[in-house]
């Protein structure tokens, strides 16, 4: 490593010809001694002078705090501001590793080093000196502004963390900061790579600081003394004899001795380093090598006494030259055992300061710990002094409290016996006054609860009065529309009920039937949306050939315009001209989209599921059981079942929808004018097979539909499906997992009914009847219903059948209050207070209450 080239010493009186007291080269005194100086020589004083300078220089080495920083502004001041604040009694040096970029910038881009031309990388490597050294004054200069003396030093290093432990070697730091933290530290996750080398690889003489974000993460103590030597300070002797001849420039004869030339270059190379540190010079780690000093005695014999010289000395005058030159030998010789000696003695006394300051640190930390330790204990005896104050206080209060408390107990416990006694005495007025009291609320109830049926059942007569009167009217006009078959319009105009709808009317509501209107379209026309009668509704247009002919048509109104029920779709009006029906419009889609969730509709759950499938149960109860006449849907599927705002099925879309006798049943005319216009799977099967279409035929397909309510399925294969899995005693396995968790009654009858229900043979299938409705009902509220509180005995904790009210007041099963009673009980049950009397009295309102709740459910 290159050093730069040192400043000449002062010369202290000395003429311009010597060298620390010695003549140069060009003397006439081959040794290198003057006469003047024979008799005393200046070796000690140059010699003091110099161990002097070289301790006042190592204690400022000693006492300098060497921060390492990098190219980050932001966090080389942060480090700075810390260790000014924390080191503002020394000197800072501030240690920086110069990282020579191994791309060139070139007029063709960046090149590598090694492809570049010489001139180009000495011009790029003096710019990156260039600015290296200006960041690194503005470093120097901050610390100035924290009125805190700086310095820098600096080498170039491939390696960051190889430069730093270096530098550490060179100048034997003892006080290092780092802006980084190891991974020995575990206050942090995230470790550096160079904390850790330097860590793991600064010498133990070097005591590190690690700081992070301007906090005091770790310290790395140090371990030892540092020897007189540092490892890097002994390099091989050639690098020795190179260093002493840029340092000094002595004659070739060998006139001073090479043990002193290399001391007196050791020291002067340690002091112009360290002048030159603090100008800011670079200082090349392989060029900065100490010499080793060698105390052999042969060493020194050999180097004082070359055999050339003593030739030389042999052929001058004797008596003269031995007189001048053997006395200066000895009192060098004795001079430098002199020096090896002060040299070792102060290496001792350095190793014995250092300990002694390691020990006396190791007490200060220990006596720092104790003086904690014993404020610790002195806070905590305090707060326990006044925790022990506070709870005799509060212990004094307390039995003052309790004291007062017992008085007030004896007070109340007289005025408490005295109370009871009047309590005694209107307790039993007062269940003479209860009883009574309840046997009027049970009849007032029984009076209440009869009335309420009355005219429950009094509306029901007239809603149906009502109704017969309606629907028999309504059959009278439709008999006699059947007899006039002059025509459509005639037929419109017997039913004033219904509107009749011109072509440019249903044109206007659709847009002149555009698609965008469009709601479906099947094989006997299409459905549209539109706007009429400030309204929204459904319009359905038939197909020409759909239909075969106008008597078609006609019976199609005929038949609809009949059809009221809540849930059939309601017809509002019809067009004869364009072959339409107007519907009224319901807003959430049909069964099938929500089944299979094609719009992103919620599931539906169990309950609702069915609730459905009894209010499609009610439809084809009310169209297989209409008078004269049946009435055959033919094409229900889910795809026709509409659901209103609150999920309330409509059925509607009847494309096979034909009035069914007895008489027409096997009629081969009847046949073709219902062949099925919907989906083949739905169909019957005895259907495809015999061609007769019977009100089984909508059985067979409430079955299926049934079935995909339960499993959420299509309906190809599936009830073979669901009888297998029935079988196997699988049957929750099927189930629609999204519908929420299936009652185990409600799933099972539900799955009898659809397997039933999609019999091949029509007569194995159920008919729809009232009952079956019914039962269909009360399926979906059966688990909603719970039993009211009042209808359980307090004893058993079930329904009573018996109510008997006793004499606390309550009323208990009839036959566990006998038992308590017959058990040496007399308590009550509820207030474990003494009966006044044994005696039952019946609840007849609470049990015909009962009674009622159970025929409903």
């Not at 000395?14 to 080269?25: A, E, Q």
């Not at 790029?124 to 503005?138: D, H, I, N, Y």
């Not at 003086?371 to 002195?378: A, D, Q």
Request: with cysteine; aromatic share 8%; charged share 25%.
């Amino acid at each position: 490593m290159e050093l730069l080239q040192p400043s000449h010493p002062p010369h202290h009186g000395i003429g311009t010809n010597t060298l620390y007291g010695f003549p140069s080269s060009g003397s006439n005194f081959g040794y290198g001694f003057h006469p003047e100086m024979s008799s005393q020589p200046q070796l000690p004083y140059i010699l003091e002078e110099a161990g002097d300078h070289e301790e006042e220089e190592e204690a400022r080495d000693h006492e300098k705090v060497y921060v390492a920083v990098g190219k980050s502004m932001e966090r080389a001041v942060a480090l700075l501001q810390w260790s000014c604040k924390h080191f503002r009694d020394q000197e800072i040096c501030v240690l920086h590793v110069h990282q020579p970029s191994h791309q060139i910038p070139t007029l063709l881009g960046k090149l590598p080093a090694s492809k570049a031309s010489g001139e180009v990388v000495a011009a790029f490597r003096k710019e990156e000196w260039a600015q290296t050294v200006k960041l690194l004054g503005s470093y120097v200069s901050l610390c100035n502004a924290e009125k805190v003396k700086a310095s820098f030093v600096t080498i170039e290093a491939d390696q960051v963390q190889k430069g730093i432990v270096d530098l550490v070697n060179v100048h034997g730091i003892r006080k290092l900061v780092i802006g980084a933290v190891p991974e020995t530290c575990m206050k942090v996750k995230k470790s550096s790579r160079k904390a850790n080398y330097a860590a793991k690889n600064a010498p133990s003489f070097c005591e590190v600081w690690f700081v992070k974000k301007g906090k005091h993460m770790w310290t790395r103590e140090a371990s030892e003394v540092p020897n007189a030597l540092s490892p890097s300070s002994q390099p091989e002797i050639t690098t020795a004899e190179t260093l002493r001849s840029k340092s000094f420039q002595y004659s070739k004869s060998n006139a001073i001795h090479p043990e002193c030339v290399s001391f007196f270059s050791d020291k002067f190379t340690h002091f112009a380093g360290s002048s030159n540190c603090v100008l800011g010079d670079t200082v090349h780690v392989e060029e900065l090598s100490l010499p080793v000093l060698s105390y052999s005695p042969h060493n020194i014999q050999s180097s004082f006494f070359p055999p050339s010289t003593s030739t030389s000395f042999e052929n001058n005058s004797p008596e003269r030259m031995g007189s001048a030159i053997s006395d200066p030998r000895v009192e060098e010789m004795r001079l430098y055992d002199q020096l090896t000696e002060a040299k070792i003695e102060a290496e001792a006394s350095m190793n014995e300061v250092f300990a002694e300051i390691m020990k006396r640190k190791k007490l200060e930390m220990e006596a720092i710990e104790a003086i904690s330790k014993i404020k610790v204990f002195e806070s905590a005896h305090a707060h326990e002094v006044q925790l022990r104050k506070e709870g005799e206080d509060a212990l004094r209060t307390t039995i003052q409290e309790q004291e007062k408390v017992l008085e007030e107990r004896e007070e109340v416990t007289r005025e408490l016996q005295r109370t009871m006694r009047n309590v005694a005495l209107l307790d039993s007025r007062a269940r003479e006054a209860n009883r009574r009291c309840d046997e009027a609320v049970g009849e007032l109830n029984l009076i209440q609860a009869s009335i309420s049926t009355l005219r429950q059942e009094k509306q029901r007569i007239r809603h149906q009065k009502t109704e017969a009167l309606r629907w028999l009217e309504r059959w009278r006009r439709g008999q006699a529309g059947a007899a006039n078959c002059n025509g459509l319009i005639g037929f419109v105009d017997e039913l004033p009920e219904l509107a009749v709808f011109s072509l440019s009317d249903l044109q206007t509501a659709t847009c002149n039937f555009s698609e965008s209107f469009q709601l479906g379209q099947g094989g006997y026309g299409s459905v549209y949306k539109g706007e009429m009668l400030g309204r929204t509704v459904a319009i359905r247009k038939f197909n020409p050939h759909s239909m075969q002919g106008p008597s078609e048509f006609q019976q199609e109104v005929q038949v609809l315009g009949k059809l009221q029920h809540p849930r059939l779709v309601t017809l509002l009006g019809a067009c004869p001209e364009a072959w339409s029906l107007v519907y009224e419009y319901l807003p959430n889609g049909s069964l099938l989209n929500h089944l299979f969730r094609k719009s992103n509709n919620p599931p539906l759950l169990w309950n609702t599921r069915t609730r459905i499938i009894a209010e499609i149960s009610s439809a084809l109860c009310f169209l297989h059981s209409s008078q004269p006449e049946k009435i055959v849907h033919g094409d229900l599927k889910p795809d026709n079942v509409l659901l209103d705002a609150d999920l309330s099925c409509k059925i509607c879309e009847f494309g096979i929808c034909r009035l069914v006798t007895e008489e027409n049943l096997h009629c081969p005319s009847f046949r073709r004018s219902t062949e099925p216009k919907g989906a083949f799977t739905y169909t019957d099967p005895e259907f495809q097979r015999i061609g007769v279409l019977t009100p089984k035929s909508d059985i067979y397909s409430f079955g299926l539909i049934i079935l995909q309510l339960l499993t959420g399925r299509l309906p190809t294969g599936l009830a073979a499906e669901v009888r297998k899995a029935d079988s196997c005693g699988k049957l929750a396995s099927i189930l629609d997992s999204s519908a929420g968790e299936w009652p185990t009654f409600v799933a099972r009858r539900l799955v009898d009914l659809g397997l039933q229900c999609c019999q091949l043979s029509g007569r194995d299938r159920p008919d729809m009847t009232p009952s079956l409705v019914r039962e269909l009902e009360q399926l979906h509220v059966s688990e909603e219903r719970p039993v009211p509180s009042y209808f359980l005995c307090p004893i058993l904790q079930e329904i009573m059948h018996d109510p008997q009210v006793a004499a606390d007041g309550f009323t208990y099963e009839g036959e566990a209050l006998r038992g308590w009673l017959e058990n040496g009980h007399d308590t009550s049950p509820m207030t474990n207070l003494k009966l006044s009397h044994l005696h039952l009295t019946p609840n007849n309102a609470l049990r015909l209450a009962i009674q009622d709740w159970l025929c409903k459910c």
